[in-house]
């Protein structure tokens, strides 16, 4: 991805039934080591259907992704959005010190011990958000670095040794990464559950690479509801939300929704004006 590009993170209705969000709450979490760490809490008001946790990008905190949080709130979701601290907001100003932004990044998305604090970090909000909902679904949702644990929790082999889990129900990686320095060739081979991978037009990856590099995990996973999303002209920091891209921000709550709410068949839902969707 161009420098130029690089998201805001790492700096820092299908139905009229459905509840209303609540406002977010701050909370703390305790990690499987015994470490602290915040997470905003999106709540529903009435029936909650699920659990949905989102892993920001590099450089990022809990404070990002509210469209997400507060799309997936609307729409039922209990939505958590923890604070991964080995890889945040402090971490990157710290590697900035040392070097420029592509280095620093580099650095934060190939750290192995980074990707096993996510894990407990995952762990923590689904474990402290599941007695707080009355579903039982659960959906893994992240973004850049987070996309690529959210990969590795699926079942993608990798280079940073991080064993699978596979203990959600469903997965959705925005801007995944291809083949490179964190995922060798063939690495999604083996996933079985369903996916859902986003990525626009102008959503340049890591050094450069043209956003086309992030379909190819689509490409390699074998059959059995599989999505991919194509937003034209949308770019990294377009997924990030701050408002960088309302329009963008509408495609990816709509294509989201309507994953979640796809039944056995997984069928997609019909072409939108600014997205291209495929599955299999």
């Known amino acids: 991805m161009k420098p130029s590009l690089m998201p805001l993170t790492v700096l820092m209705l299908l139905s009229l039934t459905l509840p209303e ?3 977010a709450n701050r909370i703390r979490l305790e990690r499987a080591d015994g470490q602290l760490l915040n997470a905003m809490v999106y709540p529903v008001s009435g029936h909650c259907q699920g659990v949905a946790v989102i892993s920001h990008g590099a450089g990022g905190s ?11 709130a609307e729409q039922g979701w209990l939505a958590v959005v923890p604070d991964h601290h080995d ?12 070097g420029n932004l592509q280095s620093a990044l580099s650095s934060m998305v190939t750290d192995s011990a980074a990707y096993r604090a996510r894990q ?3 762990n923590a909000a689904r474990s402290w958000a599941q007695p707080h909902c009355t579903g039982k679904a659960t959906v893994l949702i992240g973004h850049s670095m987070g996309a690529a644990i959210t990969m590795m929790e699926a079942g993608a082999d990798n280079l940073m040794q991080i064993r699978a889990q596979k203990s959600f129900d469903r997965y959705i990686a925005l801007s995944p990464q291809g083949p490179g320095i ?5 690495a999604w081979a083996d996933i079985r559950q369903p996916v859902l991978l ?3 037009t102008r959503d340049f ?3 450069g690479l043209s956003w086309e590099s992030r379909t190819t995990p689509y490409s390699q996973m074998p059959p059995g509801c599989k999505w991919l999303g194509v937003i034209d002209g949308a770019t990294h920091q377009h997924f990030a939300g701050h408002g960088a891209s309302r329009s ?12 979640l709410q796809s039944d056995a068949t997984c069928s997609p839902p019909p072409a939108s004006p600014g997205l291209r969707l495929q599955a299999k």
Not at 62 to 72: F, I, K, S
Not at 248 to 259: D, H, W, Y
């Open 21 to 23: 969000a609540k406002a």
């Open 62 to 72: 809990e404070q990002g992704y509210t469209y997400l949080a507060q799309g997936l």
């Open 87 to 98: 890889s945040g907001t402090e971490v990157l100003r710290k590697r900035l010190r040392a």
């Open 120 to 122: 407990m970090e995952i």
């Open 182 to 186: 964190i995922f060798p060739e063939q």
């Open 198 to 200: 986003l990525t626009g």
């Open 205 to 207: 990856e890591l050094g």
């Open 248 to 259: 963008s921000e509408k495609l990816i709550m709509q294509t989201v929704r309507a994953f």
